[in-house]
């Protein structure tokens, strides 16, 4: 197998170009070698594994790896089969530093034999995001259309969209192509706001990228075979088919996906109403979650996407195929739970509208949905008018006398009057600068109870990222990359030191995978056999390991993690250890006593809780242990 890894560097501003080799074992993939250049260089990296192209499923993962313009350090984002198609560069990795003067669409082509054909040409941003579907969705459709005629295979498209200029949140996003045209199967590179990145720092609104190279690739499936024989008695396919069932299938849920399984089983830990159900009973919230979820929300994804079997992959041949559609709309937990109860939706055409226009404008789905609920319970509480954000109408934001359908659809259009606030120029909403400046500016000048209501992880000095959609401590735990499973997010009590050195552990476990270019949704085999698939190919199974803890604890020396600064926060973790031992009846002395801390002093025992999370986490992550 290859023995270097190869980058492209292109130079936005000049358009110089050139190609430099790494060697395996120095840098193992688009994890390692795209920190090094992002923190030595400050270039946008985007690159696949060593793995893509092989016959190992998942494989074909892209990686972008940037300064992120929201949380404010270094920061990984990735999409799903995106690297197949970039295999055929014939490179591992392009690196992309100036600025070119002019947004611009960058064209990488390679035939076989012939070195990478670099092309940046202008376009009117405003004008193509204004045509056909709009946003996002036009401009990949545009530059397909531009380019789409020099490859004699079908390329793939990355494009931002108006969010990528006017917020610090801004996604890239893209779609397979078949038969040189767009399917409707999105996929996207969300969180870390590496689209905003991309556009305002790089100049770049779409990369179109393909070739015809055919690269020393892994495909010999009989000693795949052996290897998964020898360590759980089966094939690599019948270990794929039972590690992915959640996203395909669920015989005992009678659904699938992250939105049916993670809907169908979360009962009493679903959020709602910008958080505010981590106040009530737990009676009151598993009555909301069967009325309004399972009997509406759930059951028309049910009946129309699961019974309809409206399901696709991500542009890479996969038994999972994980993406949910509805016609043009692709349903995933966390948007549809952002952009759904946390904003007080929970009709699925109601959603559609508020995940569209989102979609439309590129942001980060889940750190929209987030902002959003927050700015209507802003507006629910009268802490803001509607004046204040450039909108029209109050929100209907509580669960008592709440029609699902007619509600559902008044909080999604006023969803879309804020995003389109944002989007306008001089709009009071002014997200240039991050959400976590903008509530600061309202609580100075309005109510601090704005920013307390705010839930987000804080970094450096405006740096900040809304959490994963799972009431669990670990998704505000202070670690270096906040917004991805870089943490410990499953639900039993752990005392926070402990749960901050489990943090470190997933860091370093969820690394093992992104630097081979694997999906997560393989971690069922990926996260044990990886190292043993690095020792067979390439012959550096120990330094492979030893290399991913060495990145993991650089990737968390530049941790500049912020105590809380919302009041909500300390509430979700509170609300969170007394759901443990109310609902769970969890009787853990430790939880116990951290339950009596919160109620006796609330502050000091946050601060305690939160250090220590903090030094389980720094403990586990040393270079030299």
């Not at 034999?113 to 459709?141: K, Y």
């Not at 043009?328 to 509208?353: H, N, S």
């Not at 900040?464 to 039993?492: C, D, R, S």
């Amino acid at each position: 197998m290859e023995n270097t890894l190869k980058v492209l560097f292109i130079d936005a501003g000049t358009g110089y170009y050139r190609m430099k080799r790494f060697q395996t074992g120095d840098f193992f993939g688009p994890i390692d070698l795209g920190f090094h250049l992002a923190a030595n260089h400050d270039t946008f990296n985007i690159g696949t594994g060593l793995l893509a192209g092989s016959i190992l499923p998942g494989s074909n993962r892209l990686f972008f790896v940037a300064y992120s313009p929201c949380w404010h350090n270094i920061f990984v984002s990735s999409m799903g089969g995106a690297g197949l198609v970039f295999d055929n560069l014939g490179v591992n990795m392009i690196a992309i530093a100036g600025r070119a003067g002019t947004p611009s669409i960058l064209c990488l082509n390679r035939d076989s034999g012939e070195e990478v054909e670099v092309d940046l040409s202008p376009v009117n941003t405003e004008a193509v995001w204004a045509q056909g579907r709009g946003g996002t969705f036009s401009m990949m459709e545009h530059a397909l259309a531009r380019c789409g005629g020099r490859y004699k295979n079908d390329p793939r498209v990355l494009a931002v969209g108006p969010s990528a200029a006017l917020s610090d949140f801004g996604a890239i996003a893209s779609v397979p192509c078949r038969g040189g045209k767009l399917t409707s199967v999105d996929t996207w590179a969300g969180r870390g706001g590496l689209g905003s990145r991309l556009l305002q720092q790089h100049g770049i609104a779409a990369v179109v990228y393909g070739g015809t190279v055919v690269d020393e690739d892994f495909r010999d499936r009989k000693v795949a075979d052996t290897w998964f024989q020898a360590r759980y008695k089966t094939t690599l396919a019948a270990k794929d088919l039972a590690a992915t069932a959640k996203y395909r299938f669920k015989d005992d849920l009678k659904t699938g996906g992250t939105f049916g399984v993670n809907f169908a089983t979360l009962k009493g830990r679903m959020m709602s109403f910008n958080y505010k159900s981590i106040y009530w009973d737990e009676a009151e919230r598993v009555d909301l979650h069967q009325k309004f979820v399972v009997g509406h929300y759930l059951k028309q994804f049910n009946e129309e996407t699961i019974a309809g079997k409206q399901a696709a992959t991500c542009g890479e041949p996969c038994v999972a195929v994980c993406k949910k559609m509805h016609g043009e709309f692709k349903k995933d937990y966390e948007p549809y739970q952002t952009m759904g109860p946390l904003c007080g939706i929970f009709d699925q055409r109601a959603a559609e509208k508020l995940n569209e226009r989102a979609a439309v404008y590129g942001f980060d789905a889940i750190s929209a949905g987030c902002v959003l609920s927050w700015l209507m319970e802003c507006l629910a509480e009268g802490w803001l008018a509607p004046a204040d954000l450039g909108v029209s109408c109050m929100p209907c934001f509580s669960q008592k006398g709440f029609s699902v359908e007619a509600d559902s659809m008044h909080n999604a259009e006023l969803g879309v009057q804020l995003l389109n606030s944002i989007m306008r120029p001089g709009s009071p909403l002014d997200l240039r600068q991050g959400a976590r400046k903008l509530a600061r500016g309202f609580a100075r000048n309005k109510d601090r109870r704005i920013l307390d209501a705010f839930v987000f992880n804080a970094n450096a000095r405006s740096g900040w990222m809304t959490p994963n959609q799972y009431w669990v401590p670990g998704a505000l735990a202070p670690m270096a990359m906040m917004g991805k499973y870089y943490f410990f997010y499953e639900g039993e009590f752990l005392p926070p030191r402990e749960l901050g050195a489990r943090c470190a552990e997933r860091m370093k476990r969820e690394i093992l995978c992104d630097n081979l270019g694997m999906c997560r949704f393989h971690r069922g085999w990926a996260e044990e056999m990886i190292p043993d698939i690095v020792g067979e190919l390439f012959g550096k199974k120990e330094e492979y390991v030893q290399r991913v803890a060495m990145t993991a604890a650089r990737i968390h020396s530049r941790n500049a993690a912020v105590f809380w600064e919302s009041g909500r926060n300390i509430d979700f973790v509170a609300c969170a250890l007394k759901r443990l031992r109310d609902a769970e009846g969890n009787k853990d002395p430790l939880l116990l006593k951290w339950i009596d801390l919160f109620a006796g002093d609330r502050r000091e025992a946050a601060l305690t809780y939160w250090y220590e999370m903090r030094r389980g986490a720094d403990e586990s992550l040393r270079e030299f242990a």
